[in-house]
């Protein structure tokens, strides 16, 4: 070694007093928040790890217990993905060629992880559907966590523990975790890009990450990131990068995307495109069905968020008044104002448009839980502003109470909705699976094993799990007359080609096609629930002479059932409110063409 030791140290201490005042000039430039995780006023939060365990223990549980709760979900997504697999399925409006709102890019980034299960685990087709359905709640835990651990990062631990509990216990995402939606899809990645947008360090994350939610997935989704894109633009003047991802993403996303569709329609095809040319432009849009007034959603809201969710709704406002009164440290935290953004605009758009739908509110159920934990952190700040004690911390024992006692009354409430919900609602899943039994035990299944099986629906068409509840490709669900006059989904035409060809029948004015019915003589099986009012086209034909129950499963007759416990499960109470009724297969004892129930 060489050199004075003094001249060393210094060149040392004035290089590293050089890069401090770069890293601060970078700071100030970047407009970067800074962790708060070392602020002593900050509350204990979970390790990543631990949250992630939890996380998923929760996600897995929805993936085997939650119900499928919208139609949608099976006839636009689990049967075309079943058509992929399997070479048969049905077919909407939506993805024949003439109309191409639907993207088979979605769909296939679903169909290869169960075309594996298939082929490498399994070729029981209910365990595939429950697989992709763990797979599904195992990547939202994943979202779930990276959102938390940047809440907590930068944002605050307070805010960030009760978001965790919030998202852990809703069932708001017992519902979407799992659900093979893309506003499902929109959910996680919105998830990814808030909490890339949180840190300031990765907003190329955040620009692609609401791309692939508008394109691959709801074109409606990108909505949500109109808040990053103009904090990138104006706060943080990132002009130049900005502009950068945004062009990677779309050669990333759209460009696949355009190949894939137009490769399956046999044209060339925009499919978010047309989505929105269609819902937007055209002369009656998505106002056909579907059809709701404003307290559809504030229904919704309550029941999959209760008293977070309204806490949700005046969070802004709750966190810019005491902003007001108590005073943080500059830049020590992301804006709470500019956080909450996102979900006030997907409000403003969707609760003012007549058609609703309970999957519309999933993009933005991530905010109601941080929305909600604004409120109570503002609350707990306030408080120690009005009542502050000796030690001068924003968390005393007395405000923390209130926060603890929301979260105990929320845990409790959405508990209690789960379980009503698979408690009431399950059998319409439970009675497909009968069937593998039922396809398997010689003494009821008496027909050839090479025999084409027709299993019929009725009233009962709209909760139909999916093709993957099938026994066999011989197994093929068949629609028989009731009092639903809408437009009813079609089987795929056979071959590789079937997605090309334009299928007969088909409307996008939700108009009934006649030629979707099949006469009862023909059918082997009926799903139908057994409800003691009946119609000419709706008979109870659990009292048929012509039909013998096989298997059966209890659902709550909401008709009959009391409003409030057959929304939420109450132990030793809801039975003696709820009505049950039975969910039946129906085989077949005819000997002549009638089905006249029996005389009581």
Not at 31 to 44: A, F, L, M
Not at 104 to 121: C, D, E, G, R, S
Not at 244 to 262: E, G, Y
Not at 388 to 401: A, Q, V
Request: with cysteine; proline share 6%; glycine share 4%.
């Amino acid at each position: 070694m060489s050199g004075n030791p003094r001249r060393r140290h210094g060149q040392r201490l004035h290089r590293e007093a050089a890069l401090t005042n770069a890293e601060k000039q970078s700071d100030r430039r970047d407009s970067k928040p800074r962790p708060v995780i070392c602020d002593p006023q900050e509350p204990w939060a979970l390790t990543t790890i631990t949250a992630f365990k939890l996380l998923t223990s929760a996600r897995l549980c929805a993936a085997l217990w939650n119900i499928i709760t919208d139609c949608d979900e099976v006839f636009n997504y689990w049967e075309p993905a079943h058509y992929l697999l399997y070479g048969y399925g049905f077919q909407t409006w939506e993805y024949s060629p003439v109309y191409a709102i639907r993207s088979y890019a979605y769909i296939l980034l679903h169909a290869l992880p169960l075309k594996v299960f298939q082929t490498v685990i399994t070729d029981n087709k209910i365990l595939v559907f429950y697989l992709l359905r763990c797979v599904l709640g195992v990547v939202c835990a994943g979202c779930e966590v990276y959102l938390y651990r940047a809440v907590k990062l930068y944002v605050g631990s307070n805010i960030a523990r009760l978001t965790l509990w919030f998202l852990l216990l809703s069932t708001g995402l017992f519902i979407s975790s799992t659900a093979f939606l893309p506003s499902s899809f929109s959910m996680l990645l919105t998830m990814v890009a808030t909490a890339a947008w949180l840190s300031c360090r990765q907003q190329g994350i955040a620009i692609l990450a609401v791309a692939a939610s508008a394109i691959i997935g709801w074109p409606f989704a990108a909505a949500l990131g109109l808040p990053i894109a103009a904090d990138i633009l104006f706060r943080q003047k990132r002009v130049m990068e900005f502009t950068l991802w945004c062009v990677i993403a779309l050669l990333v996303f759209l460009v696949p995307v355009v190949l894939i569709d137009s490769h399956y329609f046999g044209k060339f095809v925009i499919a978010p495109l047309n989505i929105m040319m269609y819902n937007v432009f055209s002369d009656h849009g998505p106002d056909l069905y579907g059809v709701e007034p404003l307290s559809y959603y504030l229904m919704n809201g309550f029941l999959n968020f209760n008293i977070v969710f309204f806490l949700a709704l005046l969070s802004l406002p709750m966190a810019l008044l005491v902003s007001l009164l108590v005073q943080l440290p500059a830049d020590s935290r992301f804006p709470a104002w500019l956080l909450l953004t996102p979900m006030y605009i997907w409000i403003v758009i969707f609760f003012t448009q007549p058609h609703k739908e309970e999957r519309f509110l999933f993009p933005i159920y991530p905010f109601f839980a941080i929305g909600g934990s604004v409120f109570l952190d503002s609350v707990q700040r306030a408080w120690s502003y009005i009542l502050p004690d000796k030690s001068r911390s924003r968390y005393t024992d007395g405000s923390s109470m209130v926060s603890v006692f929301t979260a105990i009354l929320f845990s409790l409430l959405c508990l209690s909705r789960s379980v009503a919900l698979y408690q009431g609602y399950h059998a319409s899943m439970d009675v497909y699976v009968e069937l593998q039994r039922v396809a398997n035990d010689p003494r009821i299944h008496t027909l050839p094993q090479d025999k084409n099986v027709n299993v019929c629906v009725g009233k009962e068409w709209y909760r139909f799990p999916s093709n993957f509840f099938l026994p066999s490709d011989r197994w093929h669900l068949q629609f028989i007359k009731s009092e639903f006059r809408g437009l009813l989904p079609k089987p795929y035409e056979p071959g590789e080609d079937g997605t090309r060809v334009i299928p007969s029948h088909m409307n996008d004015l939700n108009k009934e096609e006649p030629t979707r019915y099949i006469d009862i003589s023909r059918c082997h099986y009926l799903i139908d629930l057994d409800l003691p009012t009946e119609s000419e086209v709706e008979l109870r034909y659990s009292e048929s002479d012509d039909w013998t129950v096989v298997a059966n499963a209890t659902f709550v007759d909401a008709s009959r059932s009391h409003r409030l416990m057959r929304a939420f499960y109450v132990p030793f109470v809801s039975w003696k409110y709820c009505t049950y009724v039975n969910y039946n297969v129906l085989k077949t004892t005819r000997t002549k063409k009638s089905t006249k129930p029996k005389k009581s």
